[in-house]
């Protein structure tokens, strides 16, 4: 898919999730639940001291804000630069598609859900 298109959707993109789930409400249980699992799978990491992890595709950064709680660094990319400017003051990139934008070992794990 052409990059503009992920940057068509971005605009309406936490709206059209909440719609699908039944509400803001269903949201945020959408989200529990994944950092729940998260939490399961990682939770060693991510509670280490000065862990930092990468949500790869963060678009709007639902995710990334709660990551943010988790560990030492949150930071997301996505390939739509109108979803990174929905994260307002999260630490995120845009991704080329080609090249990470991160140094080499400067992450404790990835994450792309």
Do not use: W
């Amino acid at each position: 898919m052409p990059v503009s298109e992920f940057d068509r959707f971005s605009s309406t993109y936490s709206d059209e999730l909440a719609r699908s789930l039944g509400g803001l409400a269903s949201v945020d249980n959408a989200l529990t639940s994944k950092l729940v699992l998260i939490d399961s799978l990682l939770g060693d990491v991510l509670s280490t001291p000065g862990s930092r992890v990468l949500d790869f595709g963060c678009g709007t950064g639902l995710l990334l804000q709660h990551l943010g709680g988790l560990c030492a660094g949150a930071f997301g990319l996505d390939v739509s630069l109108q979803s990174l400017k929905a994260t307002r003051g999260l630490r995120t990139a845009q991704f080329d598609g080609k090249q990470i934008p991160l140094a080499s070992n400067s992450l404790d794990c990835a994450l792309a859900v």
